[in-house]
């Protein structure tokens, strides 16, 4: 079986973007998980962070929210400085695992599955 389907989300969100996180160590009560602290972005952050996983640019960001460009860099770089991250993908990974795959309409989605078969390719 090849390796990423072999992780759920998160493990294959981490496999894809190279983050390597060692296992907790139990602690006396045998629990080897404990929840890192999360950590509070904005609810402007927030909505910032949701079109980055979109894949939007500042400028289609700052043109949805009615800001400047330079508003949305500063935001961007506010969330990529809070949640320790370097690039929009790490953003757009941490916005998946706080809120799921992405769910898009037929107006916004770019990509559906079914996109694949253009061509005139059917899998029937």
Known sequence: MARGFAHDLNGALDYALGIKEEPAP???????QEEAPTV???PREEQVAALVAQGMSNKQIA????????TVEGHVEHILAK???TSRAHIAAWNVRQ???????PQTARWRPADRRRGGVSRQ
């Open 83 to 85: 949640l320790g991250f």
């Open 63 to 70: 043109a949805q929210l009615v800001v400047s460009p330079r």
């Open 26 to 32: 139990a602690t006396e009560t045998g629990s080897a």
């Open 40 to 42: 509070a972005l904005t």
């Open 99 to 105: 809120t799921g795959p992405l769910r898009r309409g």
